[in-house]
């Protein structure tokens, strides 16, 4: 069954530093989002991206953040200057479609700052 | 504010017992009610989606029942099995947004 991977599994990096996270959605989706998870709370909406843009951000989502798909198969998102908060585990997800399309979710990415 | 709490938040059962997570919520307006599970370390997996309309969707063992009027959901998993350890979440989803909403989730462990 095809599935979204994410890499790293891990990312440590020091506070003040840039970080890319990177995803592979499933080929046929067409929608692409990222979420997060701070250890021990709910999952989070960041963005969600389709047609090459931005179709969504949360509050969350701030000038710090951002995301591209510069090929056709990946999807990243960037920490510009990375915060001790940003701490989380990174979830990247795709759908086929929107409203009642499943989000099938990658194994994450795990940002440590320190 | 548009809220998604469950209970209880943790439940222990031997295997082969069934059991029963809640899920109430106050999102409007309301499109659609989605249980996954996620095992420790890995991403969320979806077990059912339900709109409105419906009041029941089972996927194998799991069963998810709906009330729109009091806005409330469960998951019933029939005959537990040690694989079924793991925290399952009810996410709500609203009309017009691409946000989903997750409540906290309940973590089950089924012992042998």
């Known amino acids: 069954e095809p599935e979204v991977t994410q890499t790293p599994s891990h990312q440590v990096t020091q506070m003040g530093q840039e970080v890319i996270l990177r995803c592979v959605p499933i080929?046929?989706?067409?929608?692409f989002y990222w979420y997060r998870q701070i250890l021990g709370q709910k999952v989070e909406f960041l963005v969600s991206?389709?047609?090459?843009?931005?179709?969504?951000k949360s509050e969350i989502f701030d000038d710090q953040f951002s995301v591209e798909r510069p090929d056709g198969s990946n999807f990243t998102l960037k920490i510009r200057s990375t915060k001790l908060e940003d701490s989380a585990m990174y979830f990247c997800?795709?759908?086929?479609?929107?409203?009642?399309?499943?989000?099938?979710f990658g194994n994450g990415t795990r940002l440590t700052v320190t | 504010k548009n809220q998604v709490e469950q209970s209880p938040q943790s439940l222990i059962i031997l295997e082969g017992k069934n059991c029963t997570l809640q899920?109430?919520?106050?999102?409007?307006?309301?499109?659609?009610l989605r249980w996954y599970k996620q095992d420790t370390g890995r991403g969320p997996v979806s077990l059912t989606i339900?709109?409105?309309?419906?009041n029941t969707k089972s996927n194998g063992r799991y069963t998810a029942t709906l009330d729109a009027d009091t806005k409330q959901s469960s998951l019933h998993i029939t005959a537990s099995q040690l694989s079924d350890s793991a925290s399952y979440i009810c996410?709500?989803?609203?009309?017009?947004?691409?946000?989903?909403?997750f409540g906290t989730g309940t973590r089950l462990q089924v012992f042998p």
């Open positions: 997800a795709s759908s086929e479609n929107r409203g009642e399309s499943p989000l099938h």
């Open positions: 080929s046929n989706h067409l929608y």
């Open positions: 991206f389709y047609n090459n843009e931005i179709s969504e």
């Open positions: 899920c109430n919520y106050t999102v409007s307006p309301f499109s659609n």
């Open positions: 339900m709109t409105f309309s419906e």
């Open positions: 996410v709500v989803s609203t009309y017009n947004t691409d946000k989903l909403i």
